[in-house]
């Protein structure tokens, strides 16, 4: 399994996305998730805070809602 973060729940959360919902990823210095409408979401490769999870699913789910 490739790893996009150093954090086990947001990695996790990303292959869930890539593989069960039809998101693509470019790589680059921060990966970055590509909705299936377009829109653009960097995943935090290194996140410094314990509520860095909840942000990116909550940023994940506004984009899901648009």
Do not use: C
Request: aromatic fraction near 8%.
């Amino acid at each position: 399994m490739k790893r996009y973060s150093t954090d086990k729940d947001i990695n996790l959360l990303v292959h869930q996305l890539l593989y069960r919902q039809g998101w693509t990823i470019r790589r680059g210095r921060h990966p970055v998730l590509i909705a299936p409408s377009g829109k653009r979401l960097a995943v935090p490769s290194t996140p410094g805070s314990p509520s860095s999870y909840l942000n990116f699913r909550l940023e994940i789910r506004r984009l899901q809602r648009e």
